[in-house]
């Protein structure tokens, strides 16, 4: 078995342990899940109300899907690196490989679409009644980060690019409208760790980004 200790943590945060087999809250009944989110037992067998187990043995369950959706992704030949595998192992045993395997995800990963990938990825965050869930937007973070670990660290070809246009930008409606367009295309996740990071609320953006009132009336009219 390989290293898979970062898709394993993953399923531990946010699943969380279970000592007693509860219900789909959807359904008030099957499927039911124990341990660390296991629905089936090692066996096959499905796990049923009432049931109880350790953390030994929900690690133990826990082990077996791991190692049993890493074969099923190691089927698939997608080429993937090890950072990869791991952040959709932890995603597929969130959202069932099923889902997984007829999402867009692999459509993207074969087209080498990476920010498809992680756009995809990161609309997995609604329960049952279509209402979002925090839990759910925190983990598909953590899964896209670690899906992109080893892509940000390799050399790429646009490096420099943005901090040039910050230098060079006048506030001129050519640029304003490709600022807008970027922005429009930039995975939410990723704009909001920028925001984040680069100070936005801190630094003087209006005056940055200030046109005078004809050339923003233009720049509506494309």
């Given at each position: 078995m390989?290293d898979?200790s970062?898709a394993?943590?993953l399923?531990?945060?946010?699943?969380?342990?279970?000592e007693?087999?509860?219900?789909?809250?959807?359904?008030?009944?099957?499927p039911?899940?124990?341990g660390y989110?296991?629905?089936?037992y090692?066996?096959?067998?499905?796990?049923?109300?009432g049931?109880?187990?350790?953390?030994e043995?929900?690690?133990?369950?826990?082990f077996?899907e791991?190692?049993?959706?890493?074969n099923?992704?190691?089927?698939l030949n997608?080429?993937?690196?090890?950072?990869?595998?791991?952040?959709?192992?932890?995603f597929?045993?969130?959202?069932?490989?099923h889902?997984?395997?007829?999402s867009?995800?692999?459509?993207c990963?074969?087209q080498?679409?990476?920010?498809?990938v992680?756009?995809?990825m990161?609309?997995?965050v609604?329960d049952e009644?279509?209402?979002?869930v925090?839990?759910?937007i925190?983990r598909?973070?953590?899964e896209?980060?670690?899906?992109v670990?080893?892509?940000e660290s390799a050399?790429?070809?646009?490096?420099?690019?943005?901090?040039?246009a910050?230098?060079n930008?006048?506030?001129s409606s050519?640029q304003?409208?490709?600022?807008?367009?970027?922005?429009?295309?930039?995975n939410?996740y990723?704009?909001?760790e920028?925001?984040?990071e680069f100070r936005?609320?801190?630094?003087p953006?209006d005056?940055?980004?200030?046109?005078?009132?004809?050339e923003l009336?233009?720049?509506?009219d494309i």
């Amino acid at each position: 078995m390989s290293d898979l200790s970062c898709a394993i943590n993953l399923i531990r945060k946010y699943e969380g342990f279970n000592e007693k087999a509860y219900p789909d809250p959807s359904t008030g009944a099957e499927p039911y899940t124990i341990g660390y989110g296991t629905q089936h037992y090692p066996d096959g067998l499905p796990v049923k109300a009432g049931q109880m187990c350790t953390k030994e043995k929900a690690l133990e369950y826990l082990f077996h899907e791991v190692q049993v959706l890493e074969n099923e992704l190691t089927k698939l030949n997608l080429g993937l690196d090890g950072s990869m595998s791991q952040a959709l192992i932890s995603f597929a045993h969130s959202v069932g490989w099923h889902s997984f395997l007829y999402s867009a995800v692999i459509d993207c990963i074969e087209q080498e679409d990476w920010h498809g990938v992680t756009t995809e990825m990161s609309q997995w965050v609604f329960d049952e009644d279509h209402k979002v869930v925090g839990n759910l937007i925190d983990r598909r973070k953590e899964e896209v980060q670690l899906f992109v670990q080893e892509l940000e660290s390799a050399p790429k070809a646009s490096l420099g690019i943005l901090l040039a246009a910050f230098r060079n930008y006048e506030a001129s409606s050519r640029q304003v409208n490709a600022i807008r367009k970027l922005e429009e295309k930039i995975n939410p996740y990723v704009l909001s760790e920028f925001a984040n990071e680069f100070r936005v609320d801190d630094s003087p953006w209006d005056e940055f980004f200030s046109v005078e009132a004809d050339e923003l009336q233009g720049i509506c009219d494309i």
